[in-house]
């Protein structure tokens, strides 16, 4: 089967200057997790998932996770609290989506797009042809294809045993597993009988197995660090460049606001890569007085900000080194802070 045979082609978008407020309420009134943004000629720019939409401050997206638990409930009524945080969201679709997005052809065979799912570890992969997109494919829709035997449509999870639909998620899992060892299209290893002759094997072949499973793990490890390097640099440059416009800081003290209604006396204003600072975090870690002389960017705009508007009120600020991936100074926050 082909994802073309599989996927949804009725797929619900958005353009790149749709509301977050108006994204939530799609994603809740159609029970999906995640939308494709679109320009006005149909191309595909990037998706929005639940994820996006939750605040980066992990303070803050753990304080409301429950909220979008509730909200993407078929029938649940939506928090009032969450709805006025909303309505006051005036970050768009192109602001928040992540891109560029992972896709698969439309004549891509189901074993292959089992893959792209897991490699990417996504949920969801767009299908294209022609250079446009012409529908979705999800785990579900691999899923219910396995379980309905690749034949018609699969029949409602209701008239579906729970064996049939575990024998199909299992199913699945062994063609992601086969496709992240790159051996596309593999049969499953059979069982071998009694009567299958013996195979002959000797230590070395054993080793030279180890020997080969070690070079792809080394080189996957290799793989997800130069992604990983590649991410950060972009997220750097992208916060040199970027303006503290008034939306985003009066959404930050909404957010402390909220923070001092909990009983909290202090608030992650901002989380940065210490390559932000001209000495990588350095003098915020030890900590030096100085440490806000080093900082670039947006970092410099938020702590200029605080210096103009709100030391005077009697608010302070702060820096810390929030990770040490390595060892060494991965991200600095800066915090706001209004205790005695």
């Known amino acids: 089967m082909r994802a073309a045979d599989v996927m949804t082609r009725t797929v619900i978008t958005v353009a790149p200057s749709a509301p977050a407020r108006v994204i939530a309420k799609l994603l809740h009134q159609h029970g999906i997790s995640a939308v494709p943004v679109v320009d006005d000629g149909g191309s595909l720019l990037g998706m929005v998932s639940e994820g996006d939409l939750i605040p980066r401050d992990a303070r803050d997206r753990d304080a409301r996770r429950d909220w979008w638990l509730r909200m993407l409930a078929e029938g649940e009524e939506l928090n009032p609290e969450f709805i006025a945080n909303l309505e006051k969201d005036e970050r768009t679709a192109g602001e928040i989506m992540t891109g560029p997005v992972i896709t698969v052809a439309e004549d891509a065979d189901i074993v292959e797009v089992a893959g792209v799912l897991a490699q990417n ?8 042809a022609d250079g446009r997109m012409v529908g979705i494919v999800s785990r579900a829709d ?39 060892k790159k051996i596309p299209g593999a049969a499953a290893p059979a069982t071998p009988s009694a009567d299958d002759a013996t195979e002959v094997v000797s230590a070395t072949d054993f080793r030279g197995l180890v020997e080969r499973h070690e070079k792809d793990e080394s080189a996957l490890r290799s793989d997800v660090h130069r992604q990983a390097e590649e991410k950060r640099h972009h ?20 957010e402390a606001r909220v923070a001092a209604e909990k009983g909290e006396t202090e608030h992650l204003m901002l989380r940065f890569p210490c390559e932000l600072c001209t000495d990588h975090g350095r003098a915020v870690n030890v900590p030096d007085p100085e440490w806000p002389a080093t900082l670039r960017g947006l970092p410099a705009r938020v702590f200029l900000r605080w210096k103009d508007e709100l030391r005077p009120k009697g608010f302070g600020l702060s820096a810390r080194v929030v990770d040490f991936p390595g060892g060494v100074p991965g991200d600095v926050g800066l915090f706001l802070n209004w205790g005695k």
Request: aromatic share 2%; hydrophobic share 45%; charged share 25%.
């Open 142 to 180: 691999l899923v219910r294809a396995i379980a309905g035997d690749g034949h018609a449509a699969a029949p409602p999870p209701s008239e579906r045993s729970p064996d049939t639909l575990q024998a199909a998620q299992e199913h699945l899992t062994a063609l992601q597993a086969r496709m992240q």
């Open 235 to 254: 997220e750097v440059d992208e916060m040199l460049a970027a303006d503290l416009t008034d939306a985003a800081w009066n959404r930050m003290l909404h």
């Open 121 to 128: 570890r996504i949920k969801r992969a767009p299908v294209i």
